[in-house]
């Protein structure tokens, strides 16, 4: 950004409220630059903290033994993991999630021997239930969200019953959180 000034405005003999406009332009043009670098600074602290995402996607109860990536292991660099703050799950209808031989829905990284962030049994997956993270007796928190350590480096998410269930509608998981 340059600075301007109005003509007349500097110099002896300019006319005094271009003078008093240049002033006040020159003090705007100050805080300006001092936005500015508090914006860079906050932008510097959100990296640093971590991008952070909101994703949704849906389980279906009769495929819920198959995992859904939430989020692919390839939008999480090497070094980096996964940081789960908080979920919604909404029942999408009437039907509650029975039959079958599932009994769970766990949010978990994508490793071999995946990391299990959140536990939804499956007595909390009634008709038409919304189920939050931190506010549900269905809902067991695990070590990572607990002690704030992460899933598995360079690993995604995914969603994923213990079985199929017999009927059930579908269930919309909203994760938020951040990868750092």
């Given at each position: 950004m340059s600075q301007k000034?109005?003509?007349g405005g500097a110099g002896a003999g300019g006319d005094p409220v271009a003078a008093v406009a240049d002033a006040n332009?020159?003090?705007?043009?100050?805080a300006?630059?001092?936005?500015?670098?508090?914006?860079?600074?906050?932008?510097?602290?959100?990296?640093?903290?971590?991008?952070?995402?909101?994703?949704?996607?849906?389980?279906?109860?009769?495929?819920?033994?198959t995992a859904v990536h939430i989020i692919p292991a390839a939008s999480v660099s090497a070094g980096k993991k996964v940081y789960i703050t908080g979920f919604r799950l909404s029942v999408y209808g009437a039907t509650a999630w029975t039959g079958g031989t599932g009994s769970l829905i766990n949010i978990q990284d994508t490793a071999t021997i995946p990391i299990v962030a959140f536990r939804v049994n499956a007595a909390g997956l009634l008709g038409?239930?919304?189920?939050d993270s931190?506010?549900?007796a269905n809902v067991d928190c695990f070590e990572t969200l607990l002690k704030n350590i992460g899933l598995t480096a360079a690993k995604g998410v995914?969603?994923?019953?213990?079985?199929?269930?017999?009927?059930?509608?579908?269930?919309?998981i909203s994760l938020i959180g951040y990868i750092k």
């Open positions: 000034y109005l003509i332009f020159t003090e705007l043009y100050a300006d630059i001092t936005l500015q670098s508090n914006i860079d600074a906050l932008s510097a602290s959100a990296l640093a903290a971590g991008i952070p995402f909101n994703v949704v996607a849906q389980l279906v109860s009769t495929a819920a033994g038409n239930a919304v189920i931190f506010a549900d995914d969603i994923v019953a213990d079985a199929n269930f017999g009927a059930g509608s579908t269930a919309y």
